[in-house]
């Protein structure tokens, strides 16, 4: 999992409450990577950021948010409007932008949602 | 539509077998392809990566192809091992680096 960790490892939300997941990396990365995996699916982006103070929308952005206030945080937070929250969540990081064959996306251990 | 297809979706096979993981893709323009190891209930490993001009990577006992012609990818797992059991992934990254496609995998199963 290298140098990314995430937390918690399980949470569980009743439904209409928004919850917070935290993802750390000392790699000195500068972009990070939110996506949500779903069995028999391949992972889904939701947001990505290529530098502080900046993110984008991913493939599956709504009903969640992101902040970028430091280098080395990504916290994702899910909201009451996300309609079908129960998944793993994967946050990864990159020393640019990950598509170039030089940027491996490094990934931490996941967080396993389930809203009750 | 950039797609990514893995098979087969699941495969057990016993202790100290060979066994071969198929990756086809749609995605284009190609830029490379990464094969990653997925512990249940962790975050995904890269094995190898692949650009357009390789077609064979090893790494220890997996050794992953590519056809950029057909546009096919294998990831070969020689003398499995217990530890073996996982899923494997393909991901594929179109030229301009932006856009990054995983495939679903495919569930491994090592038997003793």
Redesign the interface.
Known sequence: DGGITQSPKYLFRKEGQNVTLSCEQNLNHDAMYWYRQDPGQGLRLIYYSQIVNDFQKGDIAEGYSVSREKKESFPLTVTSAQKNPTAFYLCASSIGLAGSAYNEQFFGPGTRLTVL | KNQ?EQSP?SLIILEGKNCTLQCNYTVSPF??L?WYKQDT??????LT?M?FSENTKSNGRYTATLDADTKQSSLHITASQLSDSASY?CVV??S??????????TRLSIRP
């Open positions: 990514v979706q830029s490379n990464r209930g962790r975050g995904p490993v890269s990566i650009t992934i990254s179109d301009s680096a932006s856009k990054i496609i995983f495939g679903s995998g």
